[in-house]
C-alpha cells in the first residue's frame, strides 16, 4: 500500500472536473454525501483544477470509519431520577408521551448550541438544588449531529463535563416549560410534537 504525504501528488479520476486531473493530497474537513455531517481533518487527494476532493486514499479509511462510527455512537449519561421525571412531565404538558424525550433534548441542544446567549445561562441552572441528586437513570441521545451539537454547546456554555451539560439542559426545559412557561418556545414545541405523531 502506498502512504501518501500531505503535499504529494497524483493523477485521478475528478468526479466534478469528468476528467483526470493531478490530485495534491491535503488534511481536508470531509462532509458526508448526504451533508448531515463531515469528518474532520482526514487526509484526502484535493482536485488541483477546482479544488474539491477527488479521492480519499486507502490510508484513510481507518479514521473515517472511526469519526463514522463516533458520530453514529449514542450519547449515553447517567441523571438523577428526577431529571427524567421533568422530562416526563415536559412531555405531558406539550401532549407528548415519554417517547418524545430523546427529540425534545435534541431540539433543545441544538437550539442552545446556535444561540450563545441562552447557552451561556446553563452554568446558573445548575447552581440550582435541582442540579444535585444520585445519577441513577440512564438518558441516551442518538443521532449523527447529537455529537457535534454537544461539542459546540459544551464550548458555547463552558460546561465540559456531559452530564453537567444535560442536566443543565434539563433544567432549561423544566423552566421554559413547566416553571415560567415560554408562550413561542411551547407553541413551536407543541408543533413538533404534531410532526412526529
Ligand atoms: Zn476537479
Do not use: W
Not at 416526563?88 to 430523546?102: C, D, M, Q, V
Not at 453537567?164 to 407553541?187: H, M, T, Y
Amino acid at each position: 500500500m502506498k502512504i501518501y504525504k500531505v503535499g504529494d501528488e497524483k493523477r485521478a479520476a475528478c468526479e466534478v472536473c469528468q476528467s483526470f486531473q493531478t490530485v495534491s493530497f491535503q488534511l481536508r474537513d470531509v462532509p458526508f454525501s448526504d451533508g448531515s455531517g463531515l469528518v474532520k481533518n482526514v487526509v484526502v487527494g484535493v482536485c488541483k483544477t477546482c479544488d474539491s476532493v477527488a479521492l480519499l486514499p486507502f490510508q484513510s479509511v481507518p479514521a473515517v470509519k472511526k469519526q463514522l462510527e463516533t458520530q453514529r455512537k449514542a450519547v449515553e449519561s447517567r441523571v438523577p431520577a428526577h431529571m427524567i421525571d421533568i422530562l416526563n412531565l415536559a412531555s405531558a404538558k406539550l401532549g407528548a408521551t415519554p417517547e418524545f424525550i430523546p427529540l425534545l433534548m435534541k431540539y433543545y441542544i441544538h437550539m442552545l448550541a446556535t444561540h450563545p446567549v441562552a447557552a451561556v445561562q446553563l452554568v446558573q441552572l445548575l447552581t440550582s438544588e435541582l442540579a444535585t441528586g444520585l445519577a441513577n437513570k440512564r438518558l441516551s441521545l442518538k443521532g449523527r449531529e447529537i455529537h457535534n451539537d454537544i461539542n459546540e454547546l459544551k464550548s458555547l456554555s463552558q460546561i465540559s463535563n456531559t452530564t453537567e451539560l444535560l442536566k443543565g439542559v434539563v433544567l432549561a426545559i423544566n423552566n421554559d416549560v413547566l416553571i415560567n412557561p415560554d408562550k413561542q418556545r411551547i407553541a413551536h414545541l407543541k408543533s413538533l410534537v404534531a410532526t412526529v405523531a
